[in-house]
């Protein structure tokens, strides 16, 4: 059977909300909403195929495109390849040229709406920032709070509380203090024993390599509405990472760092192909920063993962 290459768009409007489109009750997976765009013709590039989708089905002409994730999903009678790039420019107003019924939605809000099977990793991917940031070590609770803060008024919106050499219940306390301030600002993302997931409901989870290996059999520790993200640095961990049902890894290092000096970079192209096929959001992680995004997107990651590189250099 051969595999569908459809362009998709995750179109974008001024205040952040994303355009969604409900898919006619007479078509495959009818009744549901997707995220515009259509076929990919032989030969065509996978930009001019979109540019013409969104012309056809909702009357714009789009003026600043770049990829975001690709998914590769089979359904019982059809495999596809959603190409899916974010569309942050346009021009015209869209609206269902083909009747089809609209909606624009805040990210939180994709959550109330069902997609195919094949369009979860999109929403995860439509719902998270390009930039991770994750605190470095060996810092007192006092400045990793004023760093927080930093980031947060510096448009921050996903954090990983990492501080391996706090004590426990230092940890938690901190922990405590930073998801109040990311409340309506940011994800937080903590990192600890799933013992723990209990008393941080509104905090999603990153596991380490060693943790995924451990529970991925499994399966998820909590319900999908809650982030759930892994480190990995290898397909191996790729793979558990997928098989446990992750919304996003991290995978480093992509360079050498100060951070792990000692560990072997992956470089661009083994991170390209390590991305291709793994339906999921992913950072790239390891002596990178915001100048590294367009070539990040180019390997087929959501953004790039930092420590040094995202943190406020002097914190408020």
């Known amino acids: 059977m051969k595999r569908v290459h459809v362009a998709a768009a995750v179109i974008r409007g001024a205040d952040g909300r994303v355009l969604i489109a409900k898919r006619a009750d007479s078509q495959h997976q009818g009744g549901l909403w997707e995220f515009p765009g259509g076929k990919v ?63 624009w939605a805040t990210p939180r809000e994709l ?11 999109i929403v995860a991917a439509a719902r998270l920032p390009d930039r991770y940031l994750i605190t470095p070590d060996e810092l007192e609770p006092g400045e990793l709070l004023r760093g927080v803060r930093a980031a947060l008024a510096s448009g921050i919106r996903l954090i990983q509380l990492r501080a391996p ?52 059999d499994q399966g998820r520790p909590f319900p999908g509405q809650r982030w759930l993200a892994a480190s990995c640095h290898g397909p191996e961990e790729l793979a558990l990472a997928t098989r446990m049902g992750v919304d996003f890894v991290t995978l480093s290092p992509v360079q050498a760092t100060q951070t792990h000096p000692d560990a072997q970079p992956l470089g661009w192209e083994a991170a390209r192909e390590l991305l291709q096929g793994l339906n999921k959001p992913a950072y790239l992680l390891g002596g990178l920063g915001a100048v590294d995004l367009e070539q990040a997107w180019q390997c087929g990651a959501q953004g790039v993962a930092g420590i040094r590189a995202f943190w406020p250099e002097q914190p408020l």
Request: with cysteine; aromatic share 8%; hydrophobic share 40%.
């Open 41 to 103: 013709e032989e030969g065509e590039a996978v930009s001019a195929a979109l540019a013409r989708e969104l012309e056809e089905e909702l009357g714009i002409r789009v003026s600043a495109a770049r990829p975001l994730i690709k998914v590769q999903h089979d359904y019982p009678d059809k495999q596809v390849l959603l190409d899916v790039w974010e569309v942050s420019g346009f021009t015209g107003e869209p609206h269902g040229v083909e009747g089809q019924l609209l909606a």
């Open 111 to 121: 959550e109330d709406y069902e997609f195919p099977a094949a369009n979860q990793p």
């Open 165 to 216: 050499n706090m004590f426990d219940a230092q940890y938690r306390d901190l922990a405590v203090d930073i998801q109040g301030l990311c409340a309506g600002k940011a994800q937080l993302m903590l990192k600890g024993p799933l013992e723990w997931l209990g008393d941080f409901p509104a905090a999603g989870w990153h596991l380490t390599a060693e943790q995924l290996r451990k529970y991925a």
